[in-house]
């Protein structure tokens, strides 16, 4: 989600929760927006993701596809999958 889109979230929150005010430009309000975007980035920084192994071509016993075709499409998916869980900020467990 983008931060615009969770700003004008946070803001919906805290003006039912918090006060019944519109105060988006008040220091109190970018205060708390502070500290709301302290506690996602620290909820997901410990978020980790546990991803499947790596597998080699013996690990396959279809007879239909290349052993060594399907293990390179497993690896590579599981590489694709690395790569957007840590582009969305989360951790890969090793």
Request: proline fraction near 1%; hydrophobic fraction near 45%.
């Amino acid at each position: 989600m983008d931060t615009t889109k969770q700003r004008e979230e946070f803001e919906a929150w805290f003006n039912n929760e918090v006060f019944s005010l519109k105060l988006a430009d008040s220091k109190l309000v970018n205060c708390y927006w502070d500290a709301w975007q302290a506690a996602q980035k620290a909820a997901i920084a410990s978020i980790e993701i546990e991803l499947p192994e790596r597998k080699s071509a013996d690990y396959f016993a279809d007879e239909s596809f290349s052993r060594k075709d399907l293990a390179a499409i497993h690896n590579v998916t599981v590489e694709q999958c690395k790569v957007r869980v840590t582009a969305a900020g989360l951790r890969v467990k090793s």
